[in-house]
Every structure is written in structure tokens, then in C-alpha cells.
């Protein structure tokens, strides 16, 4: 079911973006009174398709192949390689036909679409739900680093006082690309010394690899445990076909290690050291937990008004298999007027542009791994398992602006390349070749399904952990 519900979210949130960026070469064309013979939704290869209809000139459907979609342009070298056609005369109705600056329109209207869908969006979510901050002057307790903000020296209880000299105000900033992208230095304040710290090129690799979560999160108070899990809570569940497997075969119990159940865990108990090490944070606590993974561990604990010690094997997956709870830092939200809004739209649209832009930079200098190339994969579990609307059209209008800058690179089959050619045109004050043109369309194509069959094999890589 959870993968299900990141198809439906994945394919949703595509197929919105991919309508609406063809609707951009789709009204465009019409402006200039160019025919469209097609309008897709993913691609009819082969012929097939789910279905279709036709109104007017144009052919609306929706193939079986959800890779995007398309439209097919009367008189243009495009995926249809339709050489039929073009070897034909013009006629005044075809791509072809027009001047270069209209088609240049044309090919850049999907692009335009995406970026206003994408302003638009960040414009809406900014309205509606304003922006939350982790205030940093409240972290008393300082920042808790994950595996990467640990690979780059961050300790537990460091207190990030500025990013490249300029006071942090939010501990959000952390997270953003600015931070992320440019081989920031962060001034950090430890044991009443004041270091700076440069966060490394490659933190993107890191990141990708384990999760923006493992940089640097606020630090936590760990609270009483308030659940301890059984080995009950561990049996499968049952589904309707097990059921009625279980009227003809009686199901055997699978036998489950819950550490703190064995060990004598309550609801209530404070823990208050670790193999003799006090704790008092979230993070101390399952740091000294999971670095003991399969050994047996003395875990001193506050029970009404005893004081135990309870000697639970920790799992093979560095867990006690309890819950504790956490005093999380107060939170800031911003809210903005209808017009404020936009311009934090524009904003974040503008960022999330031009950071798409470094990242590739990035990666074509060797900087970045291209490891972090995604596929639908890996943007489907980003979506994730449960759908929420304000996280669904966030995440939608930053593939959008994606989208748009994808688009916007100078691979022939892409509208980049066709913009390319249309420029050369101009400059040169003829037209490229069609022969030119078809074999710039093949070289397109098989770029296209390299980076294509990488980013699935990034993918799947991942999901074994490799």
C-alpha cells in the first residue's frame, strides 16, 4: 500500500506538471496559428495507447509509457521523426513556416509554464501556510548533528553562531542551499571557544546518501518512556487472504527480540545513564545505544523514586525498541499578506532555479557525485508514504522549477536544444539542416535514455544499500 500511495502522489504530481508544460508549446503554437496534431499525456509508443479523441486538427490522448508527454507540432524535427511530412513542402500552418523568433516562443512557452506553475505554487503555500523557523537564539542545548554534520566536525551541544560572518538567526538557514552549495564556514561556539568550521563541497554526497535529517537538527531533552514495544506489537499483521489462509493452516508465531521488554522496561522509567555515561539529550541516548548494537549494555534507570540498572542486548539494528518522547525548541511562524506572499514566491522559485543550476554545475566539475541523480524512484519515496497536501504541491512546485531548468539545457530533443538551434539560426540568418536537425534528435535521444537508465540504476543501487 505505501508504495501505492508514492505512485499515486508521484504520478499525480507529474502528470499536473507535465499537462500544463505542454499546454505552454500547446497555446503558443495556436497563437501563431501553427497546427498541433497531438496532445499527450506520457507516450503512445508503438502505437498504443489507453485512449484518445479528437477535436478539431488535434488529437488529445493519454499514452501507456508515463516517461512525460507531448506535443506533435506540424512541421517540426521532433520524437515523432516524422521525415514524411518535412520532406513535403511547407505549408503556411507549420512550425517550419514561421519566423525563427516565433518558434523560439514556441519551444520556450513549456519552460515559461513551468517556472509560473512553480512561482505560483510557493506563492500559494507562502499565503496559506506561512514559514516556520527554529528561532537559534532559543537552543539553549545547542544542535544535535547526524552522520554528516558529525563527517564535518559537529559535535552534540555546539551552538552555531554565524554563517560567513552574518549572525544565524534561524537554525532552518542550516538547511538551505546557500549553506549547502557554496563551501560555507560556520562559526561555532564549544565549551566557551569559538571555531569556525567549513561545510565541505561534498556534503550533498552525504546527504544524499543518508538523509538531509543526518546534518544538524535541533537539541532534544529526552523525556519518560512512554511506550516499550512487545513482542505482540512485532507480529505481522494479518491481511485478508492470510486470514483465510489461517482457516485451513494455523499461522506460527514468529519470535521477535524486543530488547527493553526482556530487560524490564516500563512506561515511565527515565533513563538516566548509558554503560555508566549520564545522559540527559535524545541523541547521547541512542548514540551510546547504537554503537552498541548486539552487545549486551547496563542502562540506569529512574523509576518512581528507585533507581534501577537494567541490562538489555541491544539489536543487531542498534535499537532498544522503545519509544521516548522529547522537549522540542518553541517554534516561529511567519505569516504573509496575499501580495507579501509573492514576493517570497518569486523568491523561493528564483532559489530553487538557480540552485538546480549549481547542483548540475557541480556535478559537470566533478564536485558533486553524480550519484545524486534521481529517478521517478527516488522522487516517489521523497513524496513519500502518506499523502499531505501542503507537502504534495511543496514538493510539486520544486519538481516544476526542476522541470523548467531541465528543459531549459542544451541537449538536442529537450526544448534547450531546439532554443539553441533557433538562436544559431538567427545568428546565421538561415536554418540548420534537417538532416542536421534528425541526427541532433537521435544524439538527444540517446543522451536522454543514458542519463535516463543512470538515474533508475541510482536508484536501485540505493534501495540495496549500495
Known sequence: MDGLIMAGQLLLGLSILVILHELGHFLAARAFGIKVEKFYLFFDAWGFKLFSFKVGDTEYGVGWLPLGGYVKISGMIDESMDTEQMAAPAQPWEFRAKPAWQRLIVMLGGIIVNVIVGIFIFWMMAFKYGDTFVPNAKLANGISPGIVGKQMGLQPGDKILAVNGQKLIYLDEILSSKVLLNNTKLTIS?????????????????ISKYNIREFVTARMVAKKIDSVITPEDMQPKLGFFDKIKGLFVKPVPVAVETPAFAAGFKKGDSILAVNNKPVRFYDEI???????????????????????????????????????????????????????????????????????????????????????????????????SEFEWEKFWRLTGLISMALAFMNLLPIPALDGGHVVFLLIEMIKGKPLSDKFMEKAQIVGFVILLTLMVFAFGNDILKNFGI
Open 190 to 206: 564549544r565549551e566557551n571557544k569559538t571555531i569556525d568550521l567549513r561545510v565541505p563541497e561534498s556534503v550533498l554526497d552525504s
Open 286 to 384: 541512542t548514540n551510546e545505544v547504537s554503537k552498541n548494537a548486539g552487545k549486551q549494555i547496563d542502562v540506569t534507570v529512574r523509576r518512581g523514586d528507585e533507581t534501577l540498572t537494567l541490562s538489555p542486548k541491544v539489536s543487531k539494528q542498534g535499537t532498544l525498541a522503545i519509544s521516548i518522547p522529547t522537549v522540542r525548541p518553541s517554534l516561529v511562524t511567519i505569516n504573509y499578506g496575499f501580495m507579501e506572499s509573492f514576493s517570497v514566491g518569486v523568491d523561493k522559485g528564483w532559489t530553487t532555479f538557480t540552485d538546480n543550476a549549481k547542483g548540475v554545475w557541480k556535478m559537470i566539475t566533478g564536485k558533486v557525485s553524480a550519484r545524486n541523480i534521481s529517478s521517478p524512484i527516488g522522487i516517489a519515496k521523497v513524496y513519500g
